[in-house]
T-cell receptor
Framework: AQKVTQAQTEISVVEKEDVTLDCVYETRDTTYYLFWYKQPPSGELVFLIRRNSFDEQNEISGRYSWNFQKSTSSFNFTITASQVVDSAVYFCALSEEGNTPLVFGKGTRLSVIA | GAVVSQHPSRVICKSGTSVKIECRSLDFQATTMFWYRQFPKQSLMLMATSNEGSKATYEQGVEKDKFLINHASLTLSTLTVTSAHPEDSSFYIC?????????????FGNGTRLTVT
């Protein structure tokens, strides 16, 4: 069975600080896909990244970066120089091979204080 | 812009009535759509997988007679909450992709906030 753990329930940082959101996953498949979504207070899910299990290269997109480590089954997300607009709930999710639905972690609520 | 449209965004209904939520893929054909439910400050829990032209597959613990799902076309899936009760109040969100997730992004609707009074 697949499982996603986001151990940090809530994080609060001061603007301009860097923050890392942790995600640990479990799966028996060798082919799987990892995702991060942002859910602002309005409720919609904003897609941030998708990574397949064969691509362990870290990715950077502006202030966002992701660290995928298969050895520790982790897919952590770092926001550099955080801004108030980054305040949201962030979900890590996993999908196994094929057209299977996403399994979400419980989410981490990030509050960035000005 | 949004590629999955969900309607309505908010609905308030009286206990005992039924509510229909629509999920449309706007510029692609979605053979499979997924329906999730999210309670306040909780994660998204999969309710069912909706396949075009066939019966939906429900997750354990989800009442299929209460949450009716119809996927009549490649661009539309509907979720009907029948005989709604206050405990059905929740945020419902659908997702869709044009094909297998390994080569098709998964798009989410903006969700429907249901309040049953």
């Amino acid at each position: 069975a697949q499982k996603v753990t986001q151990a940090q329930t809530e994080i609060s940082v001061v603007e301009k600080e860097d923050v890392t959101l942790d995600c640990v996953y479990e799966t028996r498949d060798t082919t799987y896909y990892l995702f991060w979504y942002k859910q602002p207070p309005s409720g919609e899910l904003v897609f941030l990244i998708r990574r397949n299990s064969f691509d362990e290269q870290n990715e950077i997109s502006g202030r966002y970066s992701w660290n995928f480590q298969k050895s520790t089954s982790s897919f952590n997300f770092t926001i550099t120089a955080s801004q108030v607009v980054d305040s949201a709930v962030y979900f890590c999710a996993l999908s196994e091979e094929g057209n299977t639905p996403l399994v979400f972690g419980k989410g981490t609520r990030l509050s960035v204080i000005a | 812009g949004a590629v999955v449209s969900q309607h309505p965004s908010r609905v308030i209904c009286k206990s005992g009535t039924s509510v229909k939520i629509e999920c449309r893929s706007l510029d692609f054909q979605a053979t499979t759509m997924f329906w999730y439910r999210q309670f306040p400050k909780q994660s998204l829990m999969l309710m069912a997988t909706s396949n075009e032209g066939s019966k939906a597959t429900y997750e354990q613990g989800v009442e299929k007679d209460k949450f009716l799902i119809n996927h009549a076309s490649l661009t539309l899936s509907t979720l009907t909450v029948t005989s709604a009760h206050p405990e059905d109040s929740s945020f419902y969100i659908c997702s869709a992709s044009a094909g297998p997730i390994y080569n098709s992004p998964l798009h989410f609707g903006n969700g429907t906030r249901l309040t049953v009074t």
